[in-house]
């Protein structure tokens, strides 16, 4: 039996006695899912997820209540242990559907590649009920996640799905889409992608990922499909998948897609699709792209603008340097000054002192005279595209008390080391250069400060920079290490050990935090199927619809930080133009967090489109205090990160929220 053959539903899955031993008898249950949080074998199932009991969910996997079956089974979505594979593969004989699908999901969640050609015998090409469902499409999905490039051609070259098998085509389009993401490509896979957009009728949430594949995944070609895609760009009327066609366009650096993407900027109105255009134009020769980002820097909208800018750093030229200094007046925001002020460093010949450092001074200025401590830090950014500026970090770092300044003060030495000038620069003093900085990276990590601690880790495990010759005693690494309060400072603790292990020559597995937050029943008993949190901000109200089912113990950690006035004051820490804006961070650097942790809560359901709140973390299990929301759909992120919510009222509040922006309060609604 082919792969093929088994993909286009030729031939039944084939069932067997061993598949079959632990599921009940479908005369004597019932068959209908009902879940209730009031319900204790509900709360017990939820618990042991919580505690990653795997021992203690298999006893759930046999009980005749389907819906233990499926809470048990979904449990393993978040868990995420190759050890429950085995069980979760009977399971996918299971007599209900939702349960099936569910093992599905969670074989797919696990991501084991030794199960691919058990996932695909699971495929029903034959069913009772239509075979166009969900099961089916969770199985394709899962083999998206661990199948080869042999399954990868297969699973494309399936031509019997027709347009009205929306499950089938979706689980087609997610697999190809996860394929990708693992930098599993093929001609057939992306051909079917782009067969998808062509297609007039082919569902909404097919196109989208569609896009969303051409727009992420790696070492595909675009130009024998280059001039089907612009004919479909021009035309595209919804945004989430115009976006991500010109990430798309971009990313493949053909010169047919450039006119398109300049017309489009021209008439696009959503600032989203700007955004990526603008980037997508970015990855162009400079000539070919200057004029049609030029406009954009004044735009009236601050992500479109910052972005602009930020291609003018990373992609400009020393003839126009006098033009990116006009954008140095008081008018002009922090978020397009001070990349345009680096954007003059970073194009002005190396050996061009006296402008150079006549600029700095300018800098420097501004950052003094900037109030926003994020401001500040971008003007920090700014000064390290000079590699000759490190003693002027160097004395910001050791001059400033805020965290948020001094960290970017690290960050900016980083970039520093990693400038292709920098040996250039300092010739043959590069050597005492590199040890001063050394110097300043180890007192962040003997100072204790979480933020700065991880940055310094991340620097000194860079391989470009071959610390291992220069770090031999790594002692006040490890009693740094050993004075990180866990779980709070569990991302730093593992950015710190895993660069510990670089420089000794070993690997390192992230540690994930014990259990030690349980779900408050009680809580979540006062939270209601349409409870709402209304956020009020500094630019106006968030009202946001809370998924207690899908994410009972995330909702509940969060209401109770509500009740708690936790996020009143806070601060919207971090902003991605068309990504997230997120916050709930008690440092406003991200690298803080409350003395606790709480688990992931991967439920089926994806980040699709805008407006979709999910839990920040540093990796699965991770989870405190912060959050985010996104401006679009980013569908890398499932399966990765809890969805708990989102949003009903306010996504124009969301869009202009800029970094530094606060939370008022936050209103708990029943």
Request: aromatic share 10%; net charge positive.
């Amino acid at each position: 039996m082919t792969k093929n053959i088994i993909f286009s539903m030729v031939l039944a899955a084939l069932v067997s006695i061993w598949f079959t031993s632990c599921i009940p008898d479908t005369k004597t249950m019932d068959t209908e899912i009902k879940i209730s949080m009031s319900d204790s074998d509900v709360q017990k199932i939820l618990d042991l997820q919580d505690k990653s009991d795997i021992k203690g969910l298999y006893v759930h996997l046999r009980s005749e209540n389907p819906s233990y079956r499926y809470l048990a089974t979904m449990a393993f979505a978040s868990i995420k242990s190759e050890e429950a594979q085995d069980s979760l593969i009977k399971m996918l004989q299971d007599p209900v559907m939702q349960v099936r699908a569910a093992a599905a999901y969670a074989l797919g969640q696990v991501g084991d590649t030794k199960i691919t050609d058990r996932l695909i015998a699971g495929f029903r090409g034959k069913d009772t009920l239509d075979i166009d469902n969900i099961y089916n499409a969770n199985i394709l999905e899962a083999v998206g996640k661990t199948g080869s490039l042999n399954d990868l051609k297969a699973l494309a070259s399936v031509k019997t799905y027709r347009m009205t098998d929306t499950f089938l085509l979706l689980g087609q389009a997610k697999a190809i889409y996860r394929m990708g993401l693992r930098n599993i490509v093929s001609e057939e896979g992306t051909s079917k992608m782009v067969d998808f957009l062509n297609n007039t009728t082919t569902p909404y949430e097919v196109k989208l990922l569609a896009a969303q594949y051409l727009a992420r995944a790696k070492d595909i070609r675009l130009n024998l499909s280059a001039i089907r895609l612009t004919d479909i760009f021009a035309k595209e009327k919804n945004p989430e998948i115009k976006m991500a066609l010109a990430t798309s366009f971009g990313k493949n650096k053909d010169s047919l897609f450039v006119d398109p993407l300049k017309v489009a900027l021209v008439k696009e109105s959503d600032y989203r699709v700007k955004c990526n255009i603008i980037r997508a134009l970015g990855n162009y020769p400079y000539f070919k792209m200057r004029d049609a980002i030029l406009p954009s820097l004044k735009d009236s909208n601050l992500h479109v603008s910052s972005t602009a800018a930020n291609v003018f750093v990373s992609n400009g030229f020393i003839e126009d340097v006098p033009l990116y200094a006009k954008y140095d007046t008081v008018t002009t925001p922090w978020q397009v000054r001070a990349p345009m002020n680096g954007a003059v460093l970073a194009h002005t010949a190396l050996y061009f002192t006296k402008t150079k450092v006549a600029f700095s001074e300018r800098i420097k200025r501004n950052l003094k005279s900037e109030p926003s401590l994020y401001g500040k830090a971008a003007y920090i950014n700014a000064l390290s595209k000079d590699p000759f500026n490190y003693m002027i970090i160097a004395q910001i770092y050791a001059q400033e008390k805020d965290q948020i300044v001094k960290i970017a003060a690290l960050e900016g030495l980083g970039s520093i080391l990693k400038n292709q000038l920098f040996y250039k620069a300092f010739g043959n003093g590069y050597g005492k250069v590199k040890a001063e900085i050394l110097g300043i990276l180890a007192n962040g990590i003997a100072s204790g400060d979480s933020g700065q601690i991880a940055v310094a880790s991340i620097i000194l495990k860079e391989p470009a920079m071959a610390w291992k010759e220069w770090l031999k005693d790594l002692a006040f690494m490890k009693d740094a290490l050993t004075k990180l309060k866990l779980p709070m400072e569990i991302e730093t603790y593992n950015e710190l050990a895993s660069c510990i292990a670089y420089l000794e020559g070993t690997t390192y597995k992230s540690k994930t935090p014990d259990h030690n937050h349980p779900i408050d029943w009680t809580l979540v008993g006062t939270i209601g199927d349409s409870s709402v949190a209304a956020i009020k901000t500094s630019k106006g109200l968030i009202r946001v619809k809370l998924f207690k089912n899908a994410a009972p113990a995330t909702v509940s950690n969060f209401v109770d930080l509500i009740n708690k006035k936790y996020y009143s004051g806070k601060v919207f820490h971090r902003v991605v133009p068309n990504f997230v804006i997120q916050t709930g961070c008690p440092r406003a650097d991200g690298y803080g967090s409350d003395p606790y942790s709480i688990r992931s809560e991967l439920s089926q359901m994806y980040y699709d489109g805008a407006g979709y709140i999910g839990m920040a973390s540093a990796g699965n299990h991770t989870e405190s205090t912060q959050w985010f929301i996104t401006h679009s759909a980013t569908p890398h992120l499932d399966g990765n990160y809890t969805i708990f919510g989102k949003v009903i009222e306010g996504m124009d509040v969301v869009h202009k929220i800029q970094q530094g922006d606060k939370i008022n309060d936050i209103i708990f609604v029943k």
